[in-house]
């Protein structure tokens, strides 16, 4: 295996996929869709993960993060310690982190730089995507 080169230390990249916007009907607007700021996105994900009052790791965690970049209006990068990071990624893996509104969480990665290839950032896994759960009955 080739080493990586950390682009931002202490840092979780959360891909996201935007959900399917239900509409109501036909709208005669013709203002177009809302784009929200990465940044945007980043305080409704704080918000809405902020109040896990049965787990304090967790609600720490949320509450030490810091916004560091939207990529390409899917990757949600941010920076905070390690041992909050890891808090994340267990909530996650535990399908209890909540993503933001119009949005599901696809997967959490370490977002690294590799030194070999072309410039281009790329999300390496740390869980698999998640599956519905299947009975062996």
């Known amino acids: 295996m080739e080493p990586f080169l950390q682009l931002a230390p202490h840092s979780l990249a959360i891909v996201l996929s935007r959900l399917p916007e239900v509409s109501a009907g036909v709208s005669e607007s013709s203002e ?25 790791m967790v609600a720490d965690a949320i509450a030490e993060t810091f916004f560091l970049g939207w990529i390409d209006e899917h990757v949600l990068l941010i920076q905070g310690e390690e041992e909050h990071l890891e808090a994340l990624r267990e909530a996650w893996m535990r399908r209890s982190l909540k993503p933001p509104h119009g949005f599901d969480i696809k997967y959490l990665g370490n977002h690294h730089l590799h030194h070999r290839a072309h410039p281009r950032l790329t999300a390496q896994r740390t869980a698999a995507p998640r599956t519905p759960y299947l009975s062996t009955r």
């Open 32 to 56: 177009p869709p809302r784009h929200h700021t990465g940044y945007e996105i980043f305080a409704d994900f704080k918000a809405l993960n902020a109040s896990y009052f049965w787990n304090k």
